[in-house]
């Protein structure tokens, strides 16, 4: 839900209320450095490593006595807007912002399945805006409408109109959604904040330092879905072609309409022509292959399980 005075009525509300400040006061920073072109904070890391730049001299360099023209000044960085926790596997897949600890293997495949569920459920019964599965979370789909354990993230996609709305309407949003914990028995409460990238919805891709074009953060680890939207952006060299910046190309009629599911046990979308979608983009071995990133699947659960020989700090897959 978006914030309304109604906020201040409840005592869970108010609690709502105190997230929502510091969330804003997050997304205010960030936001005003993306218009200012400004470089990120020095002591947050970026997912996308670069070289520092050479220091200014303090005078210019000495010719060799002939007219040269200095070189031109190099292009500016593009500022990236969506902060992780850190480099390398694991912390990449956290948002610096709400960062404050990596969550377990034992536990993060829960916290994901909060995420995707409160997603799904949210467009499509309070936003009303058309989405679906993608990527790794879509080929877990696949296996038993699951995430797969070695994922630490969850992608989605939206169509380039969709994606204009969530800017215009529901940028920077909060919504909670109650869930059954399982161990205690007792219904909780989790919120999420959809954060649309200051420049999700230029068609180009840049520099490629913002190729994700929204996400939907979970406040309390920072984990998040990562949102990306297909629209038409070489219309010369690929028309009819939707893709997103990432160069994922799919023709309108592997995507259109899409087919109501179930994934971690709500309704869910996925593209019209799954199968081909997948192939094109991971190749026939990602439907056939059983053993993958130190996990067997086990046709009788319809599970994949965890060697026990695995390295425990290994948490991430390539799919």
């Not at 002591?43 to 010719?63: D, G, K, L, M, Q």
């Not at 948002?95 to 034992?106: L, S, W």
């Not at 983009?281 to 399980?305: F, N, Q």
């Amino acid at each position: 839900m978006i914030l309304s005075p109604s906020l201040f009525f409840t005592q869970k509300k108010c609690l709502l209320l105190v997230t929502a400040l510091l969330v804003f006061s997050a997304i205010l920073g960030t936001a005003a450095v993306a218009r200012a072109g400004a470089p990120p904070p020095a002591t947050i890391s970026s997912s996308s490593s670069s070289s520092s730049p050479s220091p200014i001299p303090s005078e210019p360099p000495a010719h060799d006595g002939q007219n040269k023209t200095d070189p031109p000044p190099a292009e500016p960085e593009e500022y990236k807007y969506f902060q992780e926790a850190g480099g390398g596997a694991e912390l990449t897949h956290y948002d610096a912002r709400f960062f404050r600890g990596k969550v377990p293997y034992a536990t993060h495949r829960a916290v994901l399945a909060h995420l995707i569920r409160s997603y799904t459920t949210t467009f499509r019964t309070s936003l009303r805006l058309e989405t679906w599965l993608a990527h790794g979370t879509l080929l877990g789909w696949w296996w038993n409408g699951r995430i797969m354990p070695w994922d630490f993230d969850v992608d989605a996609q939206v169509s380039g109109e969709t994606l204009r709305v969530m800017a215009a309407r529901h940028n920077g949003s909060l919504h909670e959604y109650t869930y059954r914990n399982e161990t205690t028995g007792l219904d909780e409460i989790r919120v999420f904040l959809l954060d649309v990238n200051a420049f999700g919805t230029r068609v180009g891709r840049g520099t490629g330092a913002n190729a994700i074009d929204a996400r939907w953060i979970d406040v309390e680890t920072g984990m998040y879905v990562d949102i990306t939207a297909l629209m038409e952006r070489d219309r010369g060299g690929k028309p009819g072609v939707v893709s997103c910046k990432n160069f994922h190309d799919y023709t309108p009629a592997a995507i259109w309409p899409l087919r109501e599911t179930k994934f971690e046990g709500v309704t869910a979308l996925v593209p019209r022509e799954f199968e081909k979608v997948l192939v094109d983009e991971y190749g026939a071995k990602s439907l056939e292959v059983t053993e993958w990133e130190g996990h067997h699947w086990d046709a009788k659960l319809k599970e994949w399980i965890k060697n026990e020989t695995t390295n425990e700090n290994k948490t991430e897959g390539v799919l």
